[in-house]
């Protein structure tokens, strides 16, 4: 008897009426499509009307069928957990916690919907302590999102083992998705909501029940902006933050709030005491003291942390004479403390389907939600009034003919069907009379049923007529809102604004004079390469000494807080601060080791930086133009090209361009002279002809003023003056003429001017 073929692992090969035959991209394309709509709409995204992804939902439900209310006891957050996912959430147990935990961190929600009792973590990043070691209760912010919860204000739907039941959405008696803010990332989207202040967008809800078309301008008349647990100033502009709130998408800056702390002796310190939401004050502190070691913050001396239960963060300036808000402005570009958070108001709206809303529509959809439940819980008590009504009418129909009830529940053999058939009364009335206790039969009784009766008469008619005037319903409404607006109320801890709205300070730059000692120096730079600098300025040019084989190249008085400009002959221009040039004995450091000047390369000029002027650079293939100053400045070792010089050529000229006239001489020793308005200004380049050369090229160049005449520095360093320059003069780029005699046989000018 042949064997049958079982599969690996065990069990019966599939029937061939159960194996479907599909193209692999179709069948994966359709899995991952049900996973990334599964992801969407079940984990990442919060509901319109109650701000709640399914977790959050569970967890807060959950507590509220064990019975921790806000006013009750404390229990384990690991019977929570286990609640949770025993009934509702059959995902892990540290997702669940950890969204717990989250709910319960005052710096990550605006209004706490759980209460929670030991280590929860804290603003520096610290996790919270293991869920058997903490306890939890619902807050009062929590239960108005589930007030009404059990009155069919909402819909149920089967949990996941079909064995209980679990609100689709809750209530909401706030607005709590823009209230508490979420953060979640789907598939192929995402949604970003900051906290805003609870009080405002109630003021907003009502405004709109007044005026449904009010435009997002007007509503950020009640809504001023994100208001963050953590507190912060709000610097995004207004115009920005309207077209953010109208399309649902943009961003927010934040910073922290600091004050200036007067040491005396001329001496502050700066007390960050609030900081921009989601930033851990721990790394931000690891930042700081990061740049203040890689001196990238010179004007901070030093941080440290003396925060307690409230944050406080010092800041010391490295010199009393910094400008506290030049200070900040430096910190707040290179740290944390101040961020931007993103808008991206992207939420599943009432039919389960995720958008993005702006503002209004966001808030037009939780009141529309608040009309639901209002008509929903109008009609579910509409109902228990009827069932109560009718059987209050029939008690009354037994305190009426007491005598014949009570021999009726004595002698006959069906008392209830006799009851219904003789007074002609429902069931359900029937049933009342008979569970009717005997001390009840006393006049005082029928009094009280009397009443209720009428009581209930008068809510009725009350009820039916709200269902009946949509305006009735949207006072009600309005009404509601109001007493939740006195839970939030502004003037309250719970309720007052946090993050300060205001106007962006225009930017200020520390002056890094004011950083540095101003010291007379002189710094040297020889033939080869190595610079340094001397205290003082040097007067006898014999006391410095060299290497043997080198010799002078610059020598140029400065200060300490001036900055030294090299112009390499790559065409390159590099920025050096005198301050961190090497000082003390020796013969210095290599002009390489703070600079990307290549071994091929030298230095062409070396100068200060004063600013506002313009310079006349040339290469030796005789091309040139005119560059400010300011355009030369380099931020980087790596220099700014600003000269590009071709193959087998070199920068060979950088002069001030202080002049009309440009005088120019080459190799072959040929002179000319014209006018400097012929030279463009240019930022970089190649330049155009300054002259032309049969062979040999240019060997220098400088600008002068015709009033002052045309001189160089003779081989004894002598100023010599050229009486006859005019006989020079030519257009740009012609050939010129032979120098004229006793012109320095090296072809050049001779000193930097």
Known sequence: MAKTKTRKGGGEPPKP????????????????????????????????????????????YAMRQMRLNPKGSFKKSAKVVGEVMGNYHPHGDQAIYDAMVRLVQDFSVR??????????????????????????????????????????????????????????????????????GANGIAVGMATSIPPHNPAELIDACLHLIKTPNARTETLLGFVKGPDFPTGGVLIEPYEAMIEAYATGR?????????????????????????????????????????????????????????????????????????????????????TELESRFPLNLNVLDATGSPRVMGLREALVAYNDHRKDVLVRRTKYRLGKIAERLEILEGLLVAYLNLDEVIRIIRYEDDPKAELIRKFKLSEAQAEAILNMRLRNLRKLEEMEIKGEHADLKKEQKELQALLKSDDAQWKQIADELREVRKVFDPKSEVGRRRTSVEDAPAAE?????????????????????????????????????????????????????????????????????????????????????????????????????????????????????????????????????????????????????????????????????????????????????????????????????????????????????????????????????????????????????
């Open 111 to 180: 209004a706490p919907l759980i209460d929670g009792q030991g280590n929860f973590g804290n603003i520096d990043g610290d996790n919270a302590a293991a869920m058997r070691y903490t306890e939890s209760r619902l807050t009062e912010a929590a239960a108005l999102l589930l007030d009404g919860i059990d009155e069919d204000a909402v819909d149920f739907r089967d949990t996941y083992d079909g064995e209980g039941k679990e609100p689709v959405v809750l209530p909401a008696a706030f607005p709590n998705m823009l209230a508490n």
């Open 250 to 334: 943009g961003g927010f800056r934040v910073r922290a709030r600091w004050t200036s702390e007067d040491l005396g002796r001329g001496r502050y310190q700066i007390v960050v005491t609030e900081i921009p939401f989601q930033v851990q004050k721990s790394k931000l502190i690891e930042r700081i003291a990061e740049l203040i070691q890689t001196k990238k913050l010179p004007a901070v001396a030093d941080v440290r942390d003396e925060s307690a239960e409230d944050i406080r963060l010092i800041i010391e300036p490295r010199a009393g004479t910094i400008d506290p808000a030049a200070l900040m402005e430096t910190l707040f570009r290179q």
């Open 509 to 753: 730059e520390i002056n890094l004079d004011q950083l540095i000692e101003k010291e007379p120096v002189t710094v040297i730079l020889s033939e080869k390469g190595w610079i340094r600098t001397m205290k003082g300025h040097v007067d006898n040019k014999a006391d410095i000494k060299y290497k043997e084989g080198d010799d002078e190249a610059f020598i140029i008085p400065a200060m300490t807080t001036d900055k030294l400009m090299l112009f390499g002959t790559d065409g390159k221009f590099y920025t050096l601060d005198v301050n961190n040039l090497p000082g003390g004995r020796g013969h210095g450091e290599p002009i390489r080791l703070m600079v990307d000047l290549g071994n091929d390369q030298t230095t062409t000029a070396a100068f200060l930086y004063r600013g506002e002027r313009k310079f006349l650079v040339a290469s030796t293939t005789g091309h040139g133009f005119l560059v400010r100053e300011e355009d030369c400045l380099s931020s980087t070792r790596k220099g700014k090209q600003i000269l590009n010089v071709s193959s087998g050529a070199e920068a060979c000229v950088c002069r001030p361009a202080e002049g009309d006239m440009v005088a120019s001489v080459g190799d072959n020793k040929k002179f000319l002279v014209f006018p400097l308005a012929e030279l463009p200004e240019m930022s970089r380049g190649k330049g155009i002809a300054i002259q032309k050369f049969q062979s040999g090229g240019l060997a220098d160049a400088k600008v002068f003023a015709k009033k002052e005449g045309l001189t160089w520095v003779d081989r004894s360093g002598r100023l010599q003056t050229i009486d006859d320059w005019k006989s020079f003069t030519g257009k740009r780029a012609q050939s010129g003429k032979i120098a004229p005699k006793g012109f320095p046989s090296n072809k050049k000018f001779g000193a930097w001017s």
């Open 17 to 60: 009426e159960e194996i479907f035959i599909e193209p692999f991209d179709e069948a994966l394309s359709r899995r991952y499509l049900a996973y990334a709509l599964s992801t969407i709409t079940a984990r990442a995204l919060p509901d319109v009307r109650d701000g709640l992804k399914p977790v959050h939902r569970r967890i807060l």
